[in-house]
Nanobody, 126 residues
Framework: VQLQASGGGLVQAGGSLRLSCTAS????????MGWFRRAPGRERQFVAA????????SYADFTEGRFTISRDNAKNIVNLLINSLKPEDTAVYFC????????????????????WGPGTQVTVSS
């Protein structure tokens, strides 16, 4: 399994970014996908997840409606739209694949994921 995240960059506070993660080497449409982030000096943190068929999503409390996860199973892509970016959103953002196919929910624990991608850096300036 290979995951490639893209779309990160340097943006001013209040701006938006759309992160994408392209997956290969697996039946993408059978697996929930998650986004996580790691800020400097902090532990990896769950951001959002989407069920294998889409529709059902999970979000961390800090996302406060600013983050939207979506997926395109025809293109093997999961996206994360981040609006109203804050300096505290600065982190490396990773996508990951659920360990279990066709899970009935969108998991939030890192332990439920595998095949982590290398991540994309998001830097928000104040």
């Amino acid at each position: 399994v290979q995951l490639q995240a893209s779309g990160g960059g340097l943006v001013q506070a209040g701006g938006s970014l759309r992160l994408s993660c392209t997956a290969s080497g697996l039946p993408f449409s059978n697996y929930a996908m998650g986004w996580f982030r790691r800020a400097p000096g902090r532990e990896r943190q769950f951001v959002a997840a989407i069920k294998w068929r889409g529709g059902t999503t999970s979000y961390a409390d800090f996302t406060e409606g600013r983050f939207t996860i979506s997926r395109d199973n025809a293109k093997n892509i999961v996206n994360l739209l981040i609006n109203s970016l804050k300096p505290e959103d600065t982190a490396v953002y990773f996508c990951a694949v659920d360990k279990i196919s066709r899970r009935s929910y969108a998991p939030m624990s890192p332990a439920e994921y595998e095949s982590w991608g290398p991540g994309t850096q998001v830097t928000v300036s104040s």
